[in-house]
């Protein structure tokens, strides 16, 4: 199963990949990450501790949480901003760590953490016309920053043009279709 | 002190957490006036402070490599509605590893906000191993005979109003040999699961949403 969580408050990626995704056998489940109610993590520690996994603000997040779970692919669709991404998928990915491992491993000889999910692979897909070369690097530090603390596997996209299906295509065929 | 110019604010959702003990220690030194980004309701009030100040800083936790998503929510939504006149900016963000390129990314995301949005951006800090302080004084920190005096003079920077080098920040990591990192991530561990422990909850329980959701079909 896929799990797909775009920001489509600048793109259009859902209705661009609609036709795209019938290709595949496998299961997707998207989320508009701009038509959904997320609240800012409190950093009440609840998850790593008395509700163990379970993050205790009651709203979306509470439906794509079971979804992230059962996902071997996470795919989150992004417009960049300052470098970063959105705050709408921002605010996805901050209460996403209720899932986490809460334990602490070594890796290339640093601390690292781990996601509770096994081999979950983590893609992330930024979006935005004119992007500097400054830019581009710092969206993909961010995601390289965030498999190495995650543990897992993934990769970022870059798409500096107008959304349309021959570049829909070219990431799908990447990460869906294999 | 009180310093009409300096406005510190604080951008984690613990008040008293790492990231506002650092703005009291500024504080301390060269005055300012703290206030919290809310974590709910409207910006109005933070957004006028700001565009009263000469110097603003932020300082904040690091949540998956960066800043919390409620700062991007305001430095994305409100900020660019309201006009600036090149407040000088400078950040800080502190995070439990203790390394900075896992939190630095916050820093490089508030140079490119203060380009876009009529901020000079005037230099970070980074504080690595922050986490463990939960608020102590900076004089707790593991690393405190190097990360005291740099921390200060970054304070001194923000009181000239001059940029604050990253020297001072890449100075103030702590190169970790191999065994202690090891016997460092055994003992965080240990601390976690004797957390999970006192409440009836093992490391490697079912996670909580997988079985929500089969219960239910």
């Known amino acids: ?178 | 002190m009180t310093n009409e110019n300096i406005l510190l604010v604080c951008v984690s959702p613990r008040r008293k957490g790492t990231s506002a003990m650092l703005l009291e220690r500024i504080k301390n030194f060269i005055g300012g006036e703290i206030v919290f980004l809310n974590q709910k309701g409207s910006f109005e009030e933070l957004i006028k402070k700001m565009q009263m100040a000469k110097i603003i800083v932020i300082s904040g936790p690091t949540y998956i490599n960066s800043y919390p998503a409620r700062l991007f929510e305001f430095l994305e939504k409100e900020v660019p509605n309201h006009k600036f006149s090149n407040q000088k900016l400078y950040g800080i963000i502190n995070g439990g590893m203790p390394y900075v390129h896992t939190h630095e990314h916050g820093l490089f995301y508030l140079k490119l906000f203060a380009k876009e949005n009529s901020f000079s951006w005037m230099g970070g800090f980074v504080l690595g191993g922050g986490a463990i302080l939960d608020g102590q004084p900076l004089e707790k920190h593991l690393n405190h005979r190097k990360v005291v005096p740099l921390f200060d003079q970054f304070i001194s920077c923000i009181g000239k109003g001059v940029f604050a080098p990253k020297e001072l920040y890449e100075k103030a990591e702590v190169a970790i040999p191999k065994c202690i990192t090891y016997v460092l991530s055994k003992a965080l561990t240990s601390k976690v699961v004797k957390n999970l422990k006192k409440y009836d909850h093992n490391p490697s329980d079912l996670i909580y949403y997988l079985k929500e959701l089969d219960s239910k079909n």
């Open chain 1, 1 to 178: 199963m896929i799990t797909i969580i775009s920001d489509d408050s600048k793109n259009n990626f859902m209705d661009t990949i609609k036709e795209s995704i019938k290709k595949t056998t496998k299961k997707i489940v998207v989320f508009k990450a701009n038509d959904l109610n997320v609240e800012p993590c409190l950093a009440c520690a609840s998850c790593g501790g008395k509700t163990y996994g379970r993050c205790i603000l009651e709203d979306d997040m509470q439906k794509i949480l079971p979804q992230i779970v059962r996902s071997e692919k996470m795919i989150l669709v992004s417009p960049i901003v300052y470098g970063g991404v959105s705050f709408h998928i921002k605010k996805i990915m901050d209460r996403i760590s209720s899932v986490g491992d809460p334990r602490y491993y070594m890796k290339n000889g640093e601390l690292v953490k781990k996601m509770r999910i096994p081999d979950l692979k983590y893609y992330m897909v930024g979006i935005k016309e004119n992007l500097t070369f400054e830019e581009e690097l710092l969206f993909i530090k961010l995601h390289e920053e965030n498999i190495n603390i995650m543990s897992v596997d993934g990769k970022a996209f870059i798409v500096e043009k107008k959304l349309d299906n021959s570049i829909i295509e070219e990431i799908l065929k990447e990460i869906i279709y294999d």
